[in-house]
């Protein structure tokens, strides 16, 4: 969780992705963000995210995305 | 049949009587009937061309369903017998018997799309390469009239094909149902672009006749008709007298034209939209909304998640996301990180993917170089202003009051913002890409700002009269939007007394039917999104 937290610090060092629960309704994170993200998210977890998996859902709240890793790493 | 005919009046009219008199099951049957009767009025050959689309995805997903059961039924049976390297070999097999329906179905509806729209355009290009180096050959193409709404439809069936695919929606298994899902009348002059999950329950659903539901719905026509009626249609005629000719008309009318523009094409989509939703509405059908008050947006980007959303959602949806997971596109990140370093190589991929996304709308627009540089114009903006964050977070860091928190503040942005969709909307309704500089340098160096003031502007077409009506109209569309911020105006509007509700709507019927512009001098014009 600490190295996606990083990750989503790096690009807002200004939001506390601890407590935030709708990053993508509130328009926290948009599509540029997810997409310099997705690359490195995939080399740190050694996931693959396509695109079925960007959906607000997985994407709302770090605790959410990292649901999604940690789905994707049990499928591979 | 244009949304302002009394042929479409009376078609409509028609429609509901029967809509909400037959049995309830077969409402989906007669709405596919109305709306292929509708398609057929546009231009009998157009129905090849829709039924194509209608039945290639039809057929497309069906097999790809089909495999995705075979497969979850074969994984299921031999769960024990298999290895985990076995199963995820067979899944890799059966996925690339899928994606070669998806890419042959996307293969053919594009190609589809591209010929009736591009093949000109292509030609004229190669024809001026051609006698550019000295060639006298001319090719020649028989111009095919592009068949109404078919950059929409065929978006909305690509997207179901996807969702087939990413297993978010299921296939539908009889084809007059999904040739519904594609045809649904009201979209076909200009979309929204609808996806299946959230469009079908609607429109194959049943539905009871609601008196208040109904009566929502023709309100939200009547707004619609407002805005197209008595604001589009109206300052048309000065938009095209200017743009017409921009030799005679420069500088600050090339200013006042496109402000007037963009005003008019703002009346003109979301008024089609607003009766596209309304039709829906009446119809009991939900559908997607296309717009949230863009015109208030603070930054071009915000603009973009505001304007025209089902057109931006599925770009993002289906290629601004597949393209930037996609294992090439993984590929080249990573070798731009090791090359040009941490954080140059991270914005790699923002670049290229949302070029191919900017260079795909402006191509999805229209035919023409103007779109391709508008597209591309968008997308240099965009990334200019993501690479200007840091400026301007420094900017707010040192002057704290200067943020959208301040009123004066946010105004100018808006206003900035708006004048900047102004410029950009230039290249929509100009000649060539140079005769759009030609204009917009023109603005700084003709020196003619009197033409605002000393009458001029009277000369475009348009009475004071025709100014005073237009002015009014805006100023009801500025305060109906600012009320919306707050909640539903037609809810606003419900909660009031009948003898103040009744003011309202017959007045707002009234205003359209004696301030809409038509009848001598003036025809009721298609939508300006119509020929995408």
């Known amino acids: 969780m600490e190295e996606l937290l990083s990750i989503l610090n790096d690009r807002h060092p200004d939001i506390d992705f601890t407590t935030r629960e709708h990053l993508i309704d509130e328009a926290v994170l948009d599509s540029m963000d997810i997409v310099s993200m997705v690359q490195e998210i995939a080399e740190t977890f050694d996931v693959t995210i396509t695109a079925r998996d960007i959906k607000p859902e997985n994407f709302n709240s770090a605790k959410a995305l990292y649901a999604l890793i940690q789905r994707l790493q049990d499928e591979e | 049949m244009l949304f302002t005919s009394y042929g479409f009046f009376g078609f409509l009219l028609i429609l509901f009587l029967l809509y909400y008199t037959i049995p309830r ?167 929204p672009i609808g996806r299946y999950g959230d469009l079908a329950p609607g429109l194959l659903g049943e539905h009871p006749f609601d008196a208040h539901t109904v009566t929502r719905g023709l309100q939200r026509m009547l707004w619609g008709y407002f805005k197209k009626m008595v604001v589009a249609d109206r300052v048309l005629t000065a938009v095209t007298t200017i743009i017409g000719d921009t030799t005679a008309y420069s500088g600050a009318y090339i200013l006042f034209g496109m402000v007037l523009y963009t005003v008019e094409l703002y009346a003109d989509f979301t008024g089609g939209i607003d009766i596209t939703i309304g039709i829906a509405e009446a119809l009991g059908i939900p559908m997607a909304e296309n717009f949230h008050r863009p015109y208030f947006s603070k930054s071009l980007k915000e603009y973009w998640r505001r304007w025209h959303i089902t057109m931006c959602s599925w770009f993002r949806d289906y290629l601004f996301y597949p393209v930037s997971t996609s294992k090439w596109m993984l590929k080249i990140t990573k070798a731009a990180r090791s090359r040009l370093g941490e954080r140059v190589g991270k914005r790699i991929p923002v670049y290229l993917c949302s070029f191919t996304v900017w260079l795909a709308t402006g191509v999805w627009h229209g035919a023409s170089w103007n779109f391709i540089v508008w597209g591309l114009a968008n997308w240099v903006v965009l990334m200019l202003s993501e690479e200007l964050e840091p400026l301007y977070a420094k900017f707010h860091a040192r002057f704290p009051g200067l943020d959208n928190r301040n009123l004066p503040y ?25 005769e759009t500089f030609r204009a917009l340098v023109s603005i700084f160096t003709a020196g003619n700002w009197p033409v605002l003031w000393d009458g001029s502007l009277l000369e475009l077409g348009l009475t004071g009269l025709d100014y005073g009506i237009a002015g009014v109209a ?29 003011v309202l709507w017959y007045g707002l019927f009234l205003i359209v039917l004696l301030m809409g512009a038509y009848g001598i001098g003036y025809d009721a014009s298609q939508f300006i999104y119509n020929r995408f």
């Open chain 2, 25 to 191: 099951r077969f409402q989906w049957v007669l709405l596919l009937l109305g709306s292929y009767l509708f398609y057929c009025i546009s231009g009998p050959t157009n129905l090849v061309y829709i039924l194509c689309t209608t039945l290639t995805t039809w057929y497309a997903a069906r097999r790809i369903a089909a495999n995705q059961q075979r497969q979850k039924a074969y994984l299921r049976e031999h769960k024990e017998d298999l290895s985990r390297e076995e199963k995820k070999s067979y899944r890799e097999g059966q996925k690339k018997i899928r994606r070669r329906w998806v890419a042959g179905c996307l293969l053919l509806n594009l190609a589809v799309l591209g010929v009736v729209k591009y093949t000109g355009f292509v030609i004229a290009n190669l024809n001026g390469i051609l006698h550019a180096f000295g060639g006298t050959v001319e090719l020649t193409w028989a111009s095919i009239a592009l068949p109404m709404g078919i950059s929409f439809y065929t978006f909305m069936a690509i997207g179901y094909l996807i969702d087939v695919y990413r297993e978010t929606v299921p296939a539908e298994q009889n084809p007059f149902r999904f040739a519904l899902f594609v045809s649904f009348f009201p979209q076909l002059v200009q979309g």
């Open chain 2, 410 to 434: 946010k105004i100018f942005a808006v206003g900035r913002t708006f004048l900047l969709i102004c410029v950009l909307n230039l290249f929509d309704i100009t000649s060539s890409i140079g």
């Open chain 2, 474 to 502: 805006c100023i009801i569309m500025l305060a109906v939007s600012l009320v919306q911020r707050r909640g539903s105006v037609r809810d606003k509007i419900y909660a009031k007394p009948y003898p103040v509700r009744f």
